[in-house]
Nanobody, 128 residues
Framework: QLHLVESGGGLVQPGGSLRLSCAAS????????MGWFRQAPGKEREGVSC????????LYADSVKGRFTISVDHGKNTVYLEMNNLKPEDTANYYC?????????????????????WGQGTQVTVSS
């Protein structure tokens, strides 16, 4: 069993930055592909970024490419999402999740249904 806890959300002005953290316990993150997802009110959950457990393949949604960066610190068993040049449309509840299917482990995935373990979420609000 893998337990995930997100932190780092908050209120930030447009153009600002935040770094989200997702601390994992129960198993090493080496066994999983880790993803960040977000869900705004009235919208479906969407994949933001992921990093594969094998090979470190990274994927990003088109809307965040060039602004967001995902990384993993295996020593701390923590995954991060560095978010720069934030826009009001980035406002959402952000979740980290873990997947261990073979496809996800090698290729990564931004499909929520492929993820088994989820954190409770952290709110990001971008507003002036």
């Amino acid at each position: 069993q893998l337990h995930l806890v997100e932190s780092g959300g908050g209120l930030v002005q447009p153009g600002g930055s935040l770094r989200l953290s997702c601390a994992a316990s129960g198993r090493p993150l080496d066994y999983y592909t880790m993803g960040w997802f977000r869900q705004a009110p009235g919208k479906e959950r969407e994949g933001v970024s992921c990093i594969s457990g094998r090979g470190g393949v990274t994927l990003y949604a088109d809307s965040v490419k060039g602004r967001f960066t995902i990384s993993v610190d295996h020593g701390k068993n923590t995954v991060y999402l560095e978010m720069n040049n934030l826009k009001p449309e980035d406002t959402a509840n952000y979740y980290c999740a873990a997947a261990n299917s073979l496809d996800a482990l090698y290729s990564g995935s931004l499909i929520p249904d492929e993820y088994t373990f989820w954190g409770q979420g952290t709110q990001v609000t971008v507003s002036s």
